[in-house]
């Protein structure tokens, strides 16, 4: 399934212990070795010719050295988000969640690609539609769904909310478009001032690609030299609005300008996965040399309606969303894995039907959480970091000043 396809398709140019990292792919982003040498063995997998555009740049490799075992956790982990977001848009229309909502059904390439090829050191920060990122970087799925239903339990207490999860490495779920472009930049800084080989991976929106605060953060990385990834995920819709109704020009891989881009075909992990990869060797040095920022487009679209308000069919035709749903990254992969012979369908649905029923489980878990306390103290809790409270609070009159326990 080419990025061209993708393009052409929708016809447009284009720590509590909540947050323990989920064991099923701990050993995977830890650099362990698994337990099963045949099905850990290296195999070489083929990448297609029109899966990358590139600019002042060579393009990643089109051979990707994985493992049986490392394409069904690939698989296991899209279709974990999927079920993750299928399930989190039922429990919005039972009322159960309120607020904000936003799922990512049909990007999970982009979240699953990424982490299988950083390490867990590296840090990343991205937007508000984050629920795949922060179970990739380690966060529980009954922390994730406690968080959706704001329970005390929850990633981030109950507090947060859909838009605002963290975990180790995780810097969020941030709610203002494009805003933490620039915390993503200073993360990198740190990480080039504390002289670690970390490469930062800081996601973003098309929608957010046209935000001053974006092309600032581009200057001081490359002036810098930082070791960050830019990634533009490029859903194709900004809200309601398409790129090309919002963007002069859509080549957002290009414009880094004074650094180099790769545009990726989002909709197929393993390529994801190869680019992404083959950034880490050249921001880190481990090719030989520090290359500085990239800048990375993936391609992807989005299923669902920008919020749990919006259908999602009144910009778009639903002969635009049959199409895309064609090349739907979950079924690109189970069709990459059938023909090589990793699973056959009957056992991949197997795994399917035991993915399900292990995130119905753990919202049961969720749904029993507490909720948190109406208390003042909780009103006040986690505004900063605990233990680094000031003596107290002031309110909006004297009278309501809140004094911190110490």
């Given at each position: 399934m080419s990025i061209c396809t993708i393009r052409s398709t929708a016809g447009r140019f284009p720590a509590r212990s909540l947050w323990t990292l989920p064991s099923q792919h701990r050993s995977l982003m830890a650099g362990e070795s698994a337990q099963s040498s045949g099905d850990d063995r290296i195999i070489n997998v083929s990448i297609p010719k029109d899966s990358f555009d590139t600019y002042n740049i060579d393009p990643p490799p089109?051979?990707?050295?994985?493992?049986?075992?490392?394409?069904?956790?690939?698989?296991?982990?899209?279709?974990?988000?999927?079920?993750?977001?299928?399930?989190?848009?039922?429990?919005?229309?039972?009322?159960?969640?309120?607020?904000?909502?936003?799922?990512?059904?049909?990007?999970?390439?982009?979240?699953?690609?990424?982490?299988?090829?950083?390490?867990?050191?590296?840090?990343?920060i991205t937007a508000y539609r984050s629920h795949g990122f922060t179970y990739m970087r380690g966060g529980r799925l009954r922390s994730i769904i406690g968080e959706l239903l704001g329970k005390q339990d929850g990633i981030s207490y109950g507090k947060g909310g859909s838009m605002h999860m963290f975990a180790k490495g995780f810097y969020g779920g941030n709610g203002i478009v494009g805003a933490h472009v620039p915390v993503g930049t200073g993360i990198s800084l740190a990480q080039q001032y504390s002289e670690k080989m970390n490469m930062t991976v800081d996601m973003y929106g098309d929608g957010a690609a046209n935000q001053g605060q974006v092309h600032e953060s581009f200057n001081m990385a490359k002036l810098w030299n930082l070791p960050v990834l830019y990634g533009c995920e490029n859903n194709q819709y900004g809200m309601?609005?398409?790129?090309?109704?919002?963007?002069?020009?859509?080549?957002?891989?290009?414009?880094?300008?004074?650094?180099?881009?790769?545009?990726?075909?989002?909709?197929?992990?393993?390529?994801?996965?190869?680019?992404?990869?083959?950034?880490?060797?050249l921001i880190t040095g481990e090719e030989g040399s520090h290359e500085g920022p990239l800048l990375y487009e993936f391609v992807t679209y989005r299923f669902a309606g920008h919020s749990m308000s919006d259908p999602g069919i009144a910009y778009r035709s639903r002969e635009e969303l049959k199409d895309a749903r064609k090349q739907d990254p979950l079924i690109v992969l189970k069709d990459r894995m059938i023909e090589l012979k990793i699973n056959t369908e009957d056992e991949l649905k197997t795994m399917e039907k035991e993915i399900r029923a292990h995130v119905n489980a753990e919202a049961e878990v969720a749904l029993k959480m507490d909720d948190p306390p109406p208390t003042q103290n909780t009103l006040f809790q986690d505004i900063y970091v605990r233990g680094a409270e000031p003596p107290y609070m002031r309110g909006t009159t004297a009278d309501k000043t809140y004094y911190y326990a110490h």
């Amino acid at each position: 399934m080419s990025i061209c396809t993708i393009r052409s398709t929708a016809g447009r140019f284009p720590a509590r212990s909540l947050w323990t990292l989920p064991s099923q792919h701990r050993s995977l982003m830890a650099g362990e070795s698994a337990q099963s040498s045949g099905d850990d063995r290296i195999i070489n997998v083929s990448i297609p010719k029109d899966s990358f555009d590139t600019y002042n740049i060579d393009p990643p490799p089109y051979s990707l050295e994985t493992s049986k075992s490392e394409l069904r956790q690939l698989y296991k982990d899209m279709t974990t988000i999927r079920r993750l977001e299928l399930l989190s848009d039922q429990l919005y229309k039972e009322r159960k969640i309120r607020g904000f909502c936003h799922l990512s059904t049909g990007q999970e390439a982009v979240a699953v690609g990424i982490e299988h090829a950083i390490i867990k050191s590296d840090p990343l920060i991205t937007a508000y539609r984050s629920h795949g990122f922060t179970y990739m970087r380690g966060g529980r799925l009954r922390s994730i769904i406690g968080e959706l239903l704001g329970k005390q339990d929850g990633i981030s207490y109950g507090k947060g909310g859909s838009m605002h999860m963290f975990a180790k490495g995780f810097y969020g779920g941030n709610g203002i478009v494009g805003a933490h472009v620039p915390v993503g930049t200073g993360i990198s800084l740190a990480q080039q001032y504390s002289e670690k080989m970390n490469m930062t991976v800081d996601m973003y929106g098309d929608g957010a690609a046209n935000q001053g605060q974006v092309h600032e953060s581009f200057n001081m990385a490359k002036l810098w030299n930082l070791p960050v990834l830019y990634g533009c995920e490029n859903n194709q819709y900004g809200m309601g609005t398409s790129a090309e109704r919002s963007s002069a020009m859509t080549d957002y891989y290009k414009r880094g300008h004074y650094f180099p881009g790769i545009r990726i075909n989002g909709m197929d992990v393993l390529a994801v996965l190869s680019a992404v990869k083959y950034a880490r060797r050249l921001i880190t040095g481990e090719e030989g040399s520090h290359e500085g920022p990239l800048l990375y487009e993936f391609v992807t679209y989005r299923f669902a309606g920008h919020s749990m308000s919006d259908p999602g069919i009144a910009y778009r035709s639903r002969e635009e969303l049959k199409d895309a749903r064609k090349q739907d990254p979950l079924i690109v992969l189970k069709d990459r894995m059938i023909e090589l012979k990793i699973n056959t369908e009957d056992e991949l649905k197997t795994m399917e039907k035991e993915i399900r029923a292990h995130v119905n489980a753990e919202a049961e878990v969720a749904l029993k959480m507490d909720d948190p306390p109406p208390t003042q103290n909780t009103l006040f809790q986690d505004i900063y970091v605990r233990g680094a409270e000031p003596p107290y609070m002031r309110g909006t009159t004297a009278d309501k000043t809140y004094y911190y326990a110490h």
